[in-house]
């Protein structure tokens, strides 16, 4: 829980956070950056305060790197034990789609140590993955497949004895991306709710993020058994700098976009802890030299990190020349450390300015640059991440009171014409095949009738006009029982007047609406980096890119892997 004198509820004193009607648009929603408050980041603090140890505990592979490998986690409540199957998979049949049936590497993160006959029967339903039966010992199942070309580079070159090409290394970033981190009791696993209590797990998909985690491990540790088996006396073991360098890669498409409209209350959570974070930052009526030197030297870090964020798409890639330009403007505007310390609310004075001159992605960047120093002050409110039970619904409100709160919270809502067929081109179905969220064309494709409710704007405004023909006093529970179609959206704006980060304030189903934006916003929230766009509908990132190897997380710096950047000083040779 989050003490009381850090409750991200309670106002703050001084500048206020950001409005929803700015910190909730698509548009700066789809230029988010990840935080100190990030996920990951959160969970490697709780891995150094509490100095986890993490230990392949079997690798059992042969000389192809097929085979069995278990990474047993022990942390000072209970332990955890990844279980990875490495598997021969033709080339024709390796694609990051969510619809493959075939996967280099399956994962499943056991709750506790796995026995024998755990292993043998998880190698018999891991590699199934979706079509797999499941016990409530698995907490996560997962897949990855090679990043083929580097993955064989860096084979082929600790099997010489070398290291691997820095300029390749850097233009990928990782070995291995999964294609899918599944958990919260699907396909039989257990349900979020018998582990959510238990502290080590109680961070927002914290059981899907260490199983990420580990197989950065598995990878590292794939990769060295494979040049070992082709030369045991004259390979090289990847040097350290490099592997911390190397993340995970990840594609994700538009199974995660619905997830920031279906979970209002753990979205507001989210954000609101990330805008008050700033807020507080902003306050500050004085900073210290030091603190002007921290954060400078961040800003070069994110100058070389950005520097080396090279994507094909023509949109994003526009995007980041302007964002060079803005952390360029930036550095010059803070380079006089003196003057910045001696003025009186220096970081909100450099934020309004960024607001005024820089791009949307340069603003977002400086949030987190303004966040990243000042973790005293902002750390313990990634304790307030979590959503905790039922929402209230009351249906003794009257109807002109629902009104006032449409009014008041939803004007944004009302000022869109559904009548016109661009804004309500799209809509949001389930898969039948794979159970995931799709898209798809209202006017052109099947399926309509079982479009799911992520049209926010215009249910709002169908709510709004039912209320038109209706007396104010009227109670509206009466009211909701002639529109029984109207109580999910009535029981939303309820929600989104007690917690106003709730809402994305624009329109998900009309032609402008970009999914990637909504990829993009959760996974800054995870700590996700280098957004790899392939289309408006997916994008490759990489996750835990900089962060501490498990032999690294007791060190005093292991916290300080923001914005990562290319090791200048590692090692070419063996």
Not at 441 to 459: C, K, L, Q, S, Y
Not at 539 to 552: F, M, V
């Amino acid at each position: 829980m989050v003490p009381a004198d850090m409750n991200v509820d309670a106002p703050e004193r001084g500048v206020p956070p950001r409005p929803p009607d700015v910190a909730m648009r698509l548009a700066r929603m789809g230029a988010a950056f990840p935080t100190r408050l990030s996920f990951m980041r959160s969970l490697i603090r709780l891995m150094h305060r509490e100095r986890w140890r993490i230990e392949a505990t079997r690798l059992d592979l042969d000389d192809e790197g097929y085979g069995t490998a278990v990474y047993t986690v022990t942390t000072p409540h209970r332990q955890y034990s990844l279980i990875g199957f490495s598997h021969h998979l033709e080339p024709e049949r390796r694609t990051d789609r969510v619809i493959a049936e075939a996967w280099d590497a399956t994962f499943s993160l056991f709750d506790g140590v796995p026995a024998e006959t755990d292993v043998r029967r998880l190698a018999a339903e891991t590699p199934r993955q979706e079509a797999g039966r499941y016990l409530a010992s698995e907490l996560v199942l997962s897949r990855a497949n090679r990043s083929v070309r580097l993955f064989t580079h860096v084979v082929d070159r600790l099997a010489q004895g070398r290291q691997p090409d820095p300029a390749f290394l850097r233009s990928i970033g990782y070995l291995m991306r999964t294609t899918a981190v599944y958990g919260n009791g699907k396909f039989g696993m257990s349900d979020r709710t018998c582990y959510a209590g238990r502290p080590e797990l109680a961070g927002p998909f914290r059981a899907e993020l260490l199983s990420v985690y580990l197989i950065r491990c598995f990878a590292f540790d794939l990769v060295e058994h494979l040049a070992r088996r082709r030369n045991p006396e004259g390979c090289a073991r990847l040097d350290p700098r490099l592997k911390r360098h190397l993340g995970i890669g990840n594609a994700t498409g538009l199974g995660m976009a619905p997830f920031l409209v279906s979970h209002p209350v753990l979205i507001h959570r989210w954000f609101l802890v990330r805008e008050t974070a700033l807020a507080r930052v902003r306050t500050l009526r004085n900073v210290t030299a030091t603190e002007v030197a921290r954060f400078r030297a961040l800003l070069h870090r994110a100058r070389r990190h950005v520097g080396e964020w090279q994507v094909e798409d023509t949109i994003q890639t526009g995007r980041i020349a302007k964002l060079r330009d803005d952390l360029r403007a930036i550095d010059d505007w803070t380079g006089d450390t003196f003057a910045l310390s001696a003025r009186e609310t220096p970081w909100d004075r450099l934020y309004r300015r960024a607001a005024e001159r820089c791009s949307v992605e340069g603003q977002e960047l400086l949030v987190s640059l303004l966040i990243e120093p000042y973790g005293s002050m902002v750390d313990a409110l990634a304790e307030g991440l979590e959503a905790d039970g039922e929402e209230r619904f009351d249906p003794a409100m009257t109807t002109a009171e629902m009104r006032g709160l449409i009014g008041r919270h939803y004007g944004w809502a009302l000022a869109y014409d559904f009548s016109c067929p661009e804004t309500s081109r799209y809509f949001w179905y389930y898969s039948e095949e794979k159970i995931e969220p799709r898209r798809g064309e209202r006017r052109t494709e099947p399926g309509a009738d079982r479009e799911m409710p992520i049209a926010v704007a215009r249910d709002v405004g169908r709510l709004a006009a039912a209320l038109d023909t209706t007396a104010g006093d009227e109670i509206l529970a009466s009211f909701l029982a002639r529109h029984p179609e109207l109580r999910h959206v009535a029981r939303r704006v309820q929600i989104g007047a007690r917690h106003p980060y709730t809402e994305i304030r624009d329109n998900l189903i009309g032609a402008d609406c970009r999914p990637i934006d909504l990829l993009r916003a959760k996974l800054a929230c995870f700590g996700a980096s280098k957004f790899d766009p392939k289309s408006d509908l997916w994008t490759r990132i990489t996750l835990y890119q900089g962060a501490p190897l498990p032999d690294q997380l007791e060190d005093p710096e292991a916290d300080d892997w923001c914005f990562p950047v290319f090791p200048a000083t590692a090692c070419t040779s063996r």
